[in-house]
């Protein structure tokens, strides 16, 4: 089975373009995370959604972050506009309903802001 | 205001010894945690978690500890190898869904 798909791997940028990240859950799973990675604070949680709806923004930075997700299989993470202390480490991750809590992860995005 | 804290950023030990990696923790409704190892340009993937109603809990040569009235768990690696060299997360569930991310601990075992 395929696992969570994102895209792009790499993104390079400069300030003040928007980027757009991309994520494709787990078949099946109702429930979609996304996470900003630093060296300083870790793994953040940014946003999550269950069955399309986001559920919990609270750590979105700012509102140049949002994020949707259309349907069951594809959702967004954009930045506009984007700024230097931007970059970081993106994951999205997904997990179906029960269960004790267990994430699953997909590659990530690197993205630089020049 | 950390609420998962993993105070060492890095670990190193030799093939064949035991790998401990620490994690603190400051939120008493905490119920639930877990492990994540995480290799180089890939995604976290899961290794072992533990019930707040448990002090233990063991998958072969991994083993997670919890002390509730410390705040306090650890995961125990025995016998370490090459192959566990990573960067290993501690999460805490917070509510239904959420998991809180500690900012991770790099271990290399040498050969």
């Known amino acids: 089975d395929a696992g969570v798909i994102q895209s792009p791997r790499h993104e390079v940028t400069e300030m003040g373009q928007e980027v757009t990240l991309r994520c494709k859950p787990i078949?099946?799973?109702?429930?979609l995370f996304w996470y900003r990675q630093t060296m300083m604070r870790g793994l953040e949680l940014l946003i999550y959604?269950?069955?399309?709806?986001?559920?919990?923004d609270s750590g979105m930075p700012e509102d140049r972050f949002s994020a949707k997700m259309p349907n069951a299989s594809f959702s967004t993470l954009k930045i506009q506009p984007s700024e230097p202390r931007d970059s970081a480490v993106y994951f999205c991750?997904?997990?179906?309903?029960?269960?004790?809590?267990?994430?699953?992860f997909g590659p990530g995005t690197r993205l630089t802001v020049l | 205001d950390q609420q998962v804290k993993q105070n060492s950023p890095s670990l190193s030990v030799q093939e064949g010894r035991i790998s401990i990696l620490n994690c603190d923790y400051t939120?008493?409704?905490?119920?639930?945690f877990l492990w994540y190892k995480k290799y180089p340009a890939e995604g976290p993937t899961f290794l072992i978690s533990?019930?707040?109603?448990?002090d233990k809990n063991e998958d072969g040569r991994f083993t997670v500890f919890l002390n509730k009235s410390a705040k306090h768990l650890s995961l125990h690696i025995v016998p370490s190898q090459p192959g566990d060299s990573a960067v290993y997360f501690c999460?805490?569930?917070?509510?239904?869904?959420?998991?809180?991310f500690g900012t991770g601990t790099r271990l290399l075992v040498s050969p």
């Open positions: 939120n008493s409704m905490f119920d639930y």
């Open positions: 078949s099946g799973h109702d429930y």
């Open positions: 959604f269950n069955n399309n709806v986001p559920i919990d």
């Open positions: 533990i019930s707040s109603i448990k």
């Open positions: 991750a997904s997990r179906p309903t029960g269960g004790q809590g267990e994430q699953f």
């Open positions: 999460a805490a569930k917070e509510g239904f869904q959420k998991l809180v």
